[in-house]
């Protein structure tokens, strides 16, 4: 196996050697919570390489001894863009989506003559997920409504959130939204894009934060959405991450994860209300 690991080193445009791995898997690890196996050794090939060769270096050596350099601050933030993944769409896991409407929108929304209503889509990639709960929450207002709603809209990658802010995308991606809700997009001045009403971005705030660091948001949250962002951190990240938005959440808050998680062995602090739908119980 030594003999073969050695030879496919030898066949990569650049030298990427055990311990350069380690030292990216614990950087990476340090700074995003993310745990990166063995088996990642080609993705973070893969994702790298394109910034060794805009820097010019020879070596996945070289770009280690870079990062750990005076000079290195400003590339760990590329970094950590490169090794992020990023996949989303239009009201992926739609059924969180009419819960969403139904269950808590509506009744907030009947119950109450006004008030404060804030959502957090905590890893909101390129601004999909936050546009979908944005639209959401703006069909289900009605034109008198006085709810104070606000959509904060976080991710560690500063160029996902860059596209989130300008609310542009290309036109297939319309493809998931449904015929209800395409009133809140609109034609823009690129060929084969779509955008983001205004409506929908006064909606949303988009902020980068790392969430191992601290927090700057104040007062409490009546529903995150945290989806296919703590897939690759350990048991005891995840813990401390989902105790800390526990926290931050209204009594009775509702949290929605991603398709392949749940909290059980993780938090107590919910109970499992519906599919990957939990409510804040303590």
């Not at 340090?30 to 080609?42: S, Y």
């Not at 001045?189 to 929908?200: A, C, D, S, V, Y």
């Not at 934060?209 to 945290?226: H, R, T, Y």
Request: glycine share 6%; net charge neutral.
């Amino acid at each position: 196996m030594a003999h073969i690991e050695a030879h496919s080193t030898q066949k990569r445009e650049f030298a990427f050697e055990d311990r350069d791995f380690r030292f990216l898997a614990k950087l990476a690890n340090e700074r995003t919570g993310i745990v990166l196996a063995e088996n990642k050794r080609d993705m973070i090939y893969g994702r790298l390489v394109r910034r060794l060769r805009a820097l010019q270096l020879d070596s996945f050596s070289d770009y280690c001894t870079l990062l750990q350099s005076d000079e290195g601050s400003e590339e760990i933030g590329n970094l950590v863009n490169a090794i992020t993944t990023n996949l989303t769409s239009f009201f992926r896991e739609a059924h969180h989506f009419k819960h969403l409407r139904e269950e808590v929108i509506n009744p907030f929304t009947t119950s109450q003559t006004g008030g404060r209503f804030r959502i957090w889509s905590a890893g909101c990639s390129s601004g999909m997920e936050p546009y979908s709960i944005a639209m959401t929450l703006k069909n289900a207002m009605n034109h008198q409504s006085r709810l104070d709603a606000k959509i904060l809209a976080t991710d560690i990658d500063s160029n996902m959130l860059n596209i989130g802010i300008k609310g542009h995308y290309a036109a297939s991606d319309i493809d998931g939204i449904p015929a209800a809700y395409t009133a809140y997009t609109e034609r823009v001045n690129e060929p084969n894009q779509i955008g983001m009403t205004k409506e929908l971005k006064d909606l949303v705030s988009f902020r980068q934060l790392n969430l191992l660091e601290s927090w700057p948001m104040k007062g409490a949250f009546d529903v995150i959405f945290c989806r296919n962002v703590v897939i690759y951190f350990d048991k005891p990240t995840k813990q401390k991450l989902f105790a800390r938005m526990a926290d931050i959440m209204q009594p009775q808050g509702w949290l929605y994860i991603g398709h392949s998680e749940n909290l059980h062995g993780i938090s107590d602090r919910f109970e499992l209300v519906g599919r990957t739908i939990y409510r804040k119980v303590k």
